[in-house]
């Protein structure tokens, strides 16, 4: 069990915006971060309704918070009451971490990023030039299929069941990163063949998330050729059906818990500019899971 820190007239809060919180992992993974390197921060859950997000951005500068995470549905709507965001996080069109730098609120992306570095970590291998297929074309799926494509993939076959959408999320893939990004229909053919010339298959759906994860394999692992890294964004339960279907293959896995653990590693940096306790937080976080 977590002992509390004190909190003194010096403590930086950081929060999280969302809507609803409640189920929120973050509080106690940053809590233990900053609690393993005894850093005077705390992280707290804040509600917010829709109507409210301009007025509880606002408070980040009037009560002087160090920053904080945005999480749904408030990654869009927060971008027109910042100061500044950056490129990348523009080109999602979503941000997910705030920094107060001296009053002015600066918007981050570290989904992407979060994803690839629990990719290269676990599975060591640099994405350059492979060939990626990304399932689903949502909000999780253009942090991540930007971040690839910006990490130089060779090709990236995004399939979804609405195609206009996995079009769009192309489109934008290759004006901003000059990778190959295509956007393909969600059938059985195209699924085999795109997945059986695959490196890395990638879930970005939500078939097999809890309460509903008892189900088949979002995808049928018979096309799975050798060598491919099956990864899922799910991280509830950790090991999906489709990453227990990958290991009775002997491939490689990997779960979306890596995604969430390292997107507040990367938080946890920009806020405090300390190298992130991830032992400390991954830990934590496992437990909370
Ligand atoms: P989202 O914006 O709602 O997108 C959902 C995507 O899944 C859409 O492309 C949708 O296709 C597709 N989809 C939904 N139901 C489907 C079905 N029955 N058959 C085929 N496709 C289906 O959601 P999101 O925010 O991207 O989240 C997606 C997943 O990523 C969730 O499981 C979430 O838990 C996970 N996630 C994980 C992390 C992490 O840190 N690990 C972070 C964010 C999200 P259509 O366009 O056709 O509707």
Redesign the pocket.
Known sequence: MMSIQPISGKTKVVGILGYPVEHSKSPLMQNAGFQALGLDYCYVPFSVAPEELGRAVGAIRALNLAGANVTIPHKEAVIPFLDEVTPEAAAMGAVNTIVNRDGRLVGYNT?GP?FLLSLTEVSGFDVKGLTIVLL??????RGVGMELARAAAGRLMVI???LE?AQELAGDISLHTGCLAQALP?EEGVLKDAIGAAHVLIN????G?YPRHQVPPVVNPDYFPEGLTVCD???NPIKTSLLTAAEAKNLKTLS?YG??LY?GVIAFELWTNHKAPVEAMKKALLEAL
């Open positions: 989904d979060g689903g074309a949502g909000g999780a799926a979804n069941r609405n959408r969600w970005s759906t939500p078939i998330m964004l799910i991280y979306g995604m969430l997107q």
